[in-house]
């Protein structure tokens, strides 16, 4: 199929489920979904559901209720209340389920409360074959992936946004915080704060594309190779050492390495992954 064929194939999905909530981040895969499940369906017959809680970045929310007033459509906050959660705190490799079911618990509440069927996340179709244990629990609930269904990969919704003039066309993606958090160390909201100023203060430095992982007293920064040398270089080094200590790091990195998404899976052996995706 084409580009244009997938993305027909979007818009018939859409018209079939008639009213949807739609799980909303503000990201570059979930506005072009709120935006397509608008254009088809009118802003009536469409929520955007935006989770906030110590777990999600600082700015999503700004960001997320920009976007939804740009496009036209209402957006209700709500609470997955996944710190309560020992399963999503334990931080095991299958985290992500546990914090996902939640959410979609929530947001299937929120759907029967206003009448309405179909409850869709944003997830395309290389998410598919990523190691994402919140894919099991989207399928375990019933929710409907209307752009990986329509096989629609980041590319293509990147290429698509461009087209209807979404100012996230090329936002880098951020997902939740506690990725940035090593498997076995807990979740705690003064680690979850701690990421979330780190990495606000390097995107008030001009830095696009990064993470702040939290190795307990060291913070390991990923940027890309490219940017490395901005870190490096005075008086840039000595201010982001002082500032990530003054948040309470002991220890701080740069990886060589450089930005890899979802680099703490680099430690989970095959047997890990298959088990928390329930294969």
Known sequence: MTLRDRHELLQKMLRDLGRVVVAYSGGVDSTFLLKAAVDTLGAENVLACTSVGPAEPGNILERASRMAQSIGVELMTVEAGEMKDPSFTANNPDRCFHCKSRLCHRLLDVAQQRGI??????????????????????????????????????????????????????????????????????????RLRQIDQAEGFLRSLGLVEFRVRHHDTIARIEVRAQDVPKLTVEPVRSK????????????????????????????LSQEQKKASLGV
Do not use: W
């Open 117 to 190: 069927e179909h409850v869709v996340f944003g997830t395309n179709r290389d998410d598919l074959d990523d190691f994402r244990p919140g894919n099991r629990a989207m399928k375990a609930f019933g929710i409907r992936l209307p752009l990986a269904e329509a096989e629609l990969t980041k590319e293509d919704i990147r290429q698509l946004s461009r087209q209807v003039g979404l100012p996230t066309a090329d936002q880098p993606a951020s997902p939740c915080l506690a990725s940035r958090i090593p498997y076995g160390l807990e979740i705690t909201e003064q």
């Open 240 to 267: 982001v050492v002082e500032k990530l200590k003054s948040l309470g790091f002991q220890f701080v990195t740069v990886d060589l390495q450089g930005f890899r998404s979802g680099s703490l899976n680099e430690s």
